[in-house]
Nanobody, 111 residues
Framework: QVQLVESGGGLVQPGGSLRLSCVVS???????MNWFRQAPEKGRVFVAY????????KYATSVKGRFTISRDNAKNTVYLQMNSMRTEDTGIYYC?????WGQGTQVTVSS
């Protein structure tokens, strides 16, 4: 059974940066990984994807050029580096692998 634990959320000003981490345990860390986010009173939406090797990445149009997904397979960890953040990036960020989801980490972008 795969378990995902996110961390790194917090409060940041517009234009600032945060790095989220997702530690995977309970299974072999070799799957496709995604980040999703859910804004207040809205549904959960795709943010970024990374392939098992890390060679292929995909992004939502709204974050392309500002966010970077990466992984360290030796540490069973996936990262989401968020730069040039905007108020609309506010939400709960979730790590996902197959049917497994983390508990989420809150990100708030506000001055």
């Amino acid at each position: 059974q795969v378990q995902l634990v996110e961390s790194g959320g917090g409060l940041v000003q517009p234009g600032g940066s945060l790095r989220l981490s997702c530690v995977v345990s309970g299974d072999t860390f070799n799957g496709q990984m995604n980040w999703f986010r859910q804004a207040p009173e809205k549904g959960r939406v795709f943010v970024a994807y990374i392939s098992p090797s890390g060679l292929v990445t995909k992004y939502a149009t709204s974050v392309k050029g500002r966010f970077t997904i990466s992984r360290d397979n030796a540490k069973n960890t996936v990262y989401l580096q968020m730069n040039s953040m905007r108020t609309e990036d506010t939400g709960i960020y979730y790590c996902n692998s197959g049917n497994a989801w983390g508990q989420g980490t809150q990100v708030t972008v506000s001055s």
